[in-house]
Nanobody, 123 residues
């Protein structure tokens, strides 16, 4: 069965870094794309980054380009979100998800979700 488990959240100061992990089971990263999403209290969930399963192509929300990097370790079946130069507006619960296919096509296509990990950016 498909499972996604996030880890790595915590409290970090503005300008600092966090690395979030998404451990996948029940499928391989050669089969399904993985996306990172986030949701702050009272706000809509939004896409942050995504990596395809075919070529490993990556996509980012404009506001995180140059600061966040999505990557994968196929041997560990894990996808990472490296968050650098974090800002208070990055504070959110971060979720990883997969559409169950190769493609990064947005939040509405995601079929399987992890439970989330909380990242708080505050001084």
């Amino acid at each position: 069965q498909v499972q996604l488990r996030e880890s790595g959240g915590g409290l970090v100061q503005p300008g600092g870094s966090l690395r979030l992990s998404c451990a996948a089971s029940g499928f391989t990263l050669d089969s399904y794309a993985i996306g990172w999403f986030r949701q702050a209290p009272g706000q809509e969930r939004e896409g942050v980054a995504c990596i395809t399963s075919s070529e490993g192509s990556t996509y980012y929300k404009d506001s995180v380009k140059g600061r966040f990097t999505i990557s994968r370790d196929k041997a560990k079946n894990t996808v990472y979100l490296q968050m650098n130069s974090v800002k208070p507006e990055d504070t959110a619960v971060y979720y990883c998800a997969t559409p169950g296919d190769h493609y990064c096509s947005g939040l509405g296509t995601m079929k399987y979700w992890g439970k989330g990990t909380l990242a708080i950016v505050s001084s």
